[in-house]
């Protein structure tokens, strides 16, 4: 069911860092400092509005590598830093279907694995999988910073429409109501 796409071109991934450096230079998303966060120390937005466009510019991508017509859920972003890890997890149900998108950080190469099997995306490609029904993880990251876009779908008609779509807000740009 894996399946490595090509999503986005260099230029698209350009614009996606430039916002998200943005973002961060100005002080404008600050570090999680959540101590019961998994991710403590590492910037991530939820929601964020050029992300939730990616949801629906990269769907029918998305939908033909899966071979169903999807729901988008959510997308965020997430900044890691020299050291910080992905541990083993499962995701919720609005991650029935997912993709990790690469958008490379100061040196590219940060595996991805999905139950036992191990991905290295290039810039721009996404990887699609089952986000709650299989275990991905990422090791510590080796160098100084890495970027990650995650676009979460369910299916349309599947076990979990309605109740998921758009993550139970009213449409994409909404704050989580969960």
């Known amino acids: ?28 998303i600050n570090k999680q400092i959540d101590e019961k966060s998994l991710f403590k120390g590492c910037h991530e937005l939820y929601a964020d509005p050029v992300t939730e466009n990616l949801l629906t510019y990269c769907q029918p991508k998305i939908e033909e590598a899966y071979g169903k017509p999807l729901f ?9 830093y020299k050291g910080q890890s992905c ?7 609005s991650c029935e279907v997912s993709v990790t998108l690469n958008l490379g950080g100061d040196q590219n190469g940060w595996s991805f694995y999905a139950e036992e099997s191990k991905y290295d995306l290039k810039l721009g490609e996404g990887l699609l999988y089952k986000g709650c029904d299989q275990e991905h993880w990422r090791n510590s990251l ?12 369910i299916e349309q008609n599947g076990q ?7 993550d139970r807000r009213q449409g994409l740009y909404g704050p989580s109501v969960a």
């Open 87 to 93: 541990p083993p997890h499962k995701d919720r149900p």
């Open 1 to 28: 069911m894996n399946s490595v796409i090509n999503l986005l071109s260099e230029p698209e991934v350009n614009l996606t860092r430039n916002h998200i450096n943005y973002l961060i230079s100005n002080d404008i």
């Open 72 to 80: 988008p859920t959510y997308s965020f972003w997430r900044v890691y």
């Open 160 to 166: 979990f429409d309605p109740h998921f779509k758009f």
């Open 142 to 153: 080796d160098y100084e910073y890495h970027m990650q876009v995650f676009l979460h779908y």
